[in-house]
């Protein structure tokens, strides 16, 4: 294929073959009766159906055109070696989103296709805590599963500094036997050549251009053919692990979501349900002292809500009358609003929760206004 020939010929440069970028994209092959099973569904099956979660880059941003977003190069290799099976993508990549909102949305924006193989990619998405651990997980497990046992790839990208989230992503993955592909440390062997720089491969700190998702997609190429090169395709199912017991905890794997416009209040005093900057609804409040409530069951309750470089408010939140948080709207960044998801009460008994939010008179000291959109509530936990 076109982009494996493009890559066999940069191999070429490196006299070290420990030092060749895709042999360092690897994090890992993983366990591979998962990927075996996805094979022999592409092999036998009239369709086969590739999904994506992940934020922004999977999304697309900054590739000019959707052909050239990096899921269009894993769709083409299934294309290639399958052509007599219709290759079908779910694309759930959301901007500026990470592993909790994630784990909210799976069953919703993804799972509800039986994907046959996901591409996961929180890399540059996510936080060195036990908490995105716990939504990580979960998402995985919600993932592994499904009754159709999908196979799964991790895929780590990277921001300007070589910083992502992979050290700790890529634990839960070798517990779990996923492969991982890691965008970051194949770039760091192409920068460190000189054969790139990353002005080659993003316009901005994060965000691949053209060129940029068609190294990503090669890379997955290079996974699947390691993959498709040590299985002869035949009838045998290869026994899939039972899913082992969690590594930091299943709760996340069990949620419910509740965007705005399904959301009843118990109690609202000057709160009203709009259309949403983002789109969608929202519960909008702007006068201090706006109080709203929602009843809620979980052992852990999370919230949505828009952040702004605008004259945005702060809130409180308070679960079953204890005090728990305060959530600030503003956003220091001027490239835009996002859906900032937050955790606003843990470690509860699995019961129902009142949820009270309270817009307060205590702006951020940036801001000149109390402008506050409530996005949805999320729960965990629930089994």
């Known amino acids: ?38 094979l022999q569904k592409a092999q036998y099956s009239s369709s086969f ?33 399958f052509p007599n099976v219709q290759i079908n993508l779910v694309n759930a990549g959301l901007s500026a989103t990470k592993s909790d909102y994630g784990a909210l949305r799976a069953e919703r924006d993804l799972l509800y296709a039986a994907p046959d193989l996901v591409i996961v990619e929180f ?28 196979a799964v790839i991790l895929l780590f990208m990277t921001n300007d500094r070589g910083i992502n989230w992979q050290e700790q992503q ?29 002005a080659d491969v993003s316009p901005d700190h994060i965000h691949p251009n053209d060129r940029g998702h068609y190294y990503t997609g090669g890379l997955l190429q290079n996974m699947l053919n390691h993959f498709k090169d040590l299985f002869i395709i035949e009838e045998t199912r290869p026994e899939i692990p039972a899913l082992p017991p969690p590594l930091f905890s299943d709760k996340y794997q069990y949620t419910s979501l509740f965007e705005a416009g399904e959301l009843v209040p118990v109690e609202n005093s000057g709160w009203t349900l709009e259309a949403a900057p983002l789109g969608g609804t929202c519960w909008h409040g702007n006068t201090p002292g ?5 009843q809620m069951q979980g052992e852990a309750l999370l919230l949505s809500y828009i952040k702004d470089h605008a004259d945005m408010g702060t809130i409180s939140v308070t679960v079953d009358d204890r005090s728990w948080s305060t ?12 859906r900032n998801t937050v955790l606003i009460a843990d470690d509860l008994e699995n019961a ?5 939010i309270t817009l307060l008179n205590v ?3 940036f801001s000149m206004g109390n402008e506050f959109y409530i996005l949805s509530l999320g729960s965990a936990g629930v089994r």
Request: net charge negative; proline share 3%.
């Open 123 to 150: 890399g540059v998405n996510g936080g060195n805590s036990l908490y995105y651990s716990q939504t990580y997980e979960g998402l995985i497990r919600k993932i592994y599963s499904m009754e159709n046992e999908p």
């Open 1 to 38: 294929m076109l982009y494996i020939a493009l890559f066999v010929a940069c191999d070429s440069r490196h006299e070290n073959p420990k030092d060749d970028y895709i042999t360092r994209s690897v994090v890992s092959f993983g366990n591979p009766s998962r990927m075996y099973r996805a």
């Open 290 to 294: 706006g109080r709203i409530t929602f």
């Open 49 to 81: 159906t590739i999904g994506a979660i992940g934020g922004s880059i999977t999304q697309g941003a900054w590739a000019s055109s959707e052909d050239k977003r990096y899921l269009a190069h894993v769709v083409s290799w299934w294309q290639t070696n």
């Open 170 to 198: 890529s634990e839960i993955g070798y517990y779990y036997g996923i492969p991982m592909v890691s965008y970051r440390d194949a770039l760091r062997v192409l920068m460190d050549s000189g054969q790139v720089t990353w």
């Open 363 to 365: 702006p951020n000291d």
């Open 352 to 356: 129902t929760h009142t949820v009270a």
């Open 327 to 338: 959530h600030d709207g503003w956003f220091e960044e001027t490239w835009g609003s996002y």
